[in-house]
């Protein structure tokens, strides 16, 4: 039992962390906003180069062959950067291409493809035949292909199978959001959960990604408390401020401990896995959703206005909490399964 | 990273799970008093005998000398007894003994380590006063030098098992013109002194075990002062951040079998149909897990380096906030009969519920735990 990154964890860390510190930037997040695409083309087939795609994906199946410990040890990272694009639905796409046959497509995928997120709802649904009913496309505005994951079985669809795409502004300005409505769409390729657990896999990392929020926002809340004065002293003084300053480390430790153990139950086959992964998205989306909305109080007018980071991080935070779909249904889920290990 | 244990831990797992099989406590442990004490000694003893005390003590002091895995595994198993956490023999092994192994004399760890571990002797805590509670260094009790002697007067608040205990470990000031960190002296007191009365302080819980200690010029050697006169704070700090990483283990293992226990409660009496419950009882499987997880990154570093992580205080906060809000989930789920206390064979939370309104006070309150955090580990100012 170690928690604790090894030196090569260490490494893809420190590497990730300077790749998004060099290539994207808030900044330049920022600027992608009033793009027709929020993804550079560049970055992204960068980001495929450095394997951030297959890291996952085993080897023999043409991924770099780590674990999903790896693979969460990145996608804190890309929470705490803010960095817009389907990092999540790309990933869990080469695998469902390369689990459900499509070797080729999973190749291609992991070296540079991209691949949108459809979100069911309780209109929607993802059986065997296909999917039917109202999706919400985030991210998929411009790419050939969309996922849908559910627990039971994932999928990559044709966009242009799913009918009209319908533009919407998503809640996350540096998200692209698109609702389409099929009355039956069938997959260019599907997995179930038994072949590959891909939803399962999906929630530690945006577990991890929400983490990667938690962490942000609250060194953003500590530094502003410890920088701000009035009444001739840092605001950090005062237990009012002070304390939920505490509360948002300590969701933020939990979160990251969490979503550790959720990867790992996965990498090592343990019984309870769903029950570590489920409980990580809990833990996690409550920690990145409570420490947004606690830094942009802390920050008090400044927190509300655009120009600041904290906004985008409680948008992004409400986006990843319903990637895979709404919260309490994962809940309910949650209650029924079987114990821990 | 992993998660799996090593094989040795696995095996040692193993071993500890047989024992503690076979030699678990039958009998149910009395609820108070003298024949409490008996029962909690009796048992150390055995566990003594059998080569488990002191799981992670060093081994020149009587222990096993393993590694905080263990101590872990030990805990993790123990937990499934479902005896009390923290019982008569907790400050001794857990409190006083650490500090003692950490600060004291080699005379003094010979004469008083060995009977802890033995299961000969209980100890409590002398630190909190009715002036001196968050703010424990404005403490006032008085141990002016005489000769060779301390003589103690002054007056010590919300010790357990006062009432049961030989030793205690005693924070007090012997300087007064000094400024108030450093004025303290940390000693062991003899509770059979002449001097000391003890006086029971009733809970909400219906509790005993607390007590209002008095002192009336209680004369102790100084050869009881451990880590030198007027240097007490820095031995009572050594204290205070021993073992954080791994002490609430054993309740929060047994909060989980509770929230497991009512998941399944829920589902037979129909109750999950209710969303709010539902959703409660899948946000305590979530937090109760990420207890745990955190435990287990707390031990994690610990292993890598002697420094204490920010956990402990992270710990205490969280463990007593889920706590209470687990037990209050679990009245809410037994309905009306959660309103007898304690009723024998059935499953009751009634107590512990009334119990977990102190588990946000007791051993610095949350307000307290937040400063530390915030001021120690995130440096925010104060």
Known sequence: MDLLPSPEQEEIVASAAAFLAAEVSTQRTRELIDEPSNVDAKVWQAAADLGWFALGLPSDLGGVGCGLADEVLLFREIGRSLAGGPFLATTLAARVAAFGGEAELGTEIGAGGRVGMAVLGPESSLDPGGVVGTLHVVDGDDTELVLVATHERAALFARADLGDLVALECIDPTARLARATTTGAAPVVAVTADVDPVALRGTALVAAQLTGIAEATAVLATEHAKNRIQFGRPIGVNQAVKHPCADMAVRAELAWAQTTVAALAVDEGRTDAELQCLSALVVAADAAERNAAGTVQVLGGMGFTFDHDANLYVKRAFLLAQLLGPLRPALARLVLLPGPQ | ?382
């Open chain 2, 1 to 382: 990273m992993e998660l799996a244990f090593s094989a040795e831990d696995a095996a040692f797992r193993d071993e500890v799970r047989t024992w503690l099989a076979e030699h678990g406590p039958r009998e149910r442990r009395p609820k108070g008093g003298p024949a409490m004490r008996e029962f909690d000694l009796a048992w150390q003893r055995e566990q003594f005998d059998a080569g488990w005390a002191g799981i992670a003590w060093p081994v020149e002091f009587g222990g096993r000398g393993l590694p905080l895995t263990q101590q872990l595994i030990w805990y993790e198993e123990y937990a499934k007894l479902g005896m009390k956490a923290i019982d008569t023999r907790f400050v001794g092994l857990s409190h006083a003994g650490p500090t003692l192994i950490a600060r004291a004399s080699p005379e003094q760890q010979a004469n008083h380590l060995p009977p802890i571990l033995r299961g000969d002797v209980v100890w409590c805590q002398g630190f909190s006063e009715p002036e001196a509670g968050s703010d424990l260094a404005s403490l006032r009790t008085r141990g002016d030098l005489d000769g060779d002697e301390l003589v103690v007067t002054g007056q010590k608040i919300w010790t357990s098992f006062a009432h049961l205990a030989d030793w205690q470990e005693l924070l007090v000031r012997t300087d007064q013109e000094l400024p108030r960190h450093k004025g303290i002296t940390w000693v062991i007191c003899d509770m059979r002194s002449p001097g000391i009365e003890i006086r029971p302080i009733h809970t909400m819980d219906n509790g005993e075990d607390f007590c209002e200690v008095f002192y009336d010029e209680v004369r102790i050697p100084v050869a009881k002062v451990v880590g030198g006169l007027n240097n007490g704070w820095s031995v009572a700090m050594s204290t205070l951040s021993f073992e954080r990483g791994t002490a609430f283990t054993i309740d929060q293992v047994q909060l989980s079998s509770t929230v497991e226990r009512l998941i399944e409660l829920a589902r037979d009496r129909s109750l999950l149909g209710d969303d709010e419950i539902a959703y409660s009882l899948a946000r305590a499987r979530a937090d109760v897990a990420a207890l745990r997880s955190l435990t287990y990154l707390g031990i994690s570093r610990n292993l890598r380096s002697s420094e204490p992580g920010p956990e402990g205080s992270m710990l205490k906060l969280q463990w007593a906030d889920l706590h209470k809000r687990i037990v209050r989930l679990a009245v809410e789920v037994l309905g009306p009969r959660s309103l007898a206390l304690d009723p024998e064979g059935e499953d009751t939370w009634s107590e512990l519920f009334l119990l977990s309104y102190g588990l946000s006070i007791g051993g610095g309150t949350s307000e307290i735990q937040r400063n530390i955090i915030a001021e120690r580990v995130l440096g925010l100012p104060r």
